[in-house]
């Protein structure tokens, strides 16, 4: 038997600490299909960060040259930065069969499902605002106002989770990661997509 594959596009989003970077860096590690959409950023790197890895580092003058050539399939500022993801590199990634992976924000994430309503779209939730209080405050890479900020914007974020095609309750990781990794696993394997050849 033959079978050929067309890449997806898996849009991961949810709120600042709901640990979205965590279960997209596993799901990385342990499926090799699946490639990471690297987006561009204005703001500053964080310790550990690395140019090309985790965003492409830009100026202001680097991102507003980049949005007059319309090359962000989405854009938005978020938390006083601005972040894109580059329309070449999530094409080109896909036409050659590979899976994209978006890790982005709920701003950027509602753009993307109106320009590629075949995307993947799941959204990740904290298990209580308490808790994604504790977890903004234990990552220790935002000041207290920017932690109420982003806790402002959780309860709004949350309230259009309707507009996702799954959510997932970041309570317990590995069941969250199970959840997340059997729902990338049956999308796979959509008619649209996937093109088994029996002979």
Avoid at 37 to 60: C, D, K, L, N, Q
Avoid at 97 to 107: A, E, M
Avoid at 186 to 197: G, M
Wanted: glycine content about 6%; overall charge negative; proline content about 5%.
């Amino acid at each position: 038997m033959r079978e050929e594959r067309k890449g997806m596009l898996v849009v991961i989003s949810g709120p600042s600490g709901t640990g979205k970077g965590t279960l997209c860096s596993r799901l990385l590690n342990d499926d090799p299909s699946l490639s990471f959409s690297v987006s561009a950023t204005t703001r500053a790197p964080r310790e550990g960060e690395i140019e090309g890895v985790h965003y492409f580092f830009v100026s202001e003058q680097e991102y507003d040259d980049l949005l007059a050539k319309d090359a962000f399939l989405e854009h938005a500022t978020v938390h006083g930065h601005r972040y894109g993801t580059l329309k070449s590199q999530v094409d080109r990634m896909m036409e050659m069969g590979v899976n994209v992976l978006l890790d982005i924000d709920p701003q950027g994430a509602k753009e993307v499902m109106r320009q590629r309503p075949d995307c993947v779209s799941v959204f990740i939730l904290p298990p209580s605002y308490k808790e994604l209080r504790v977890r903004l405050h234990t990552r220790n890479t935002d000041d207290p106002r920017e932690i109420e900020r982003r806790l402002g914007n959780a309860r709004g974020e949350i309230e259009q989770m309707q507009l996702y095609q799954y959510a997932v309750v970041n309570d317990d990781l590995d069941l969250a990661y199970h959840q997340l990794s059997a729902i990338i696993t049956a999308e796979k394997q959509r008619t649209t997509r996937y093109f088994p050849v029996v002979e």
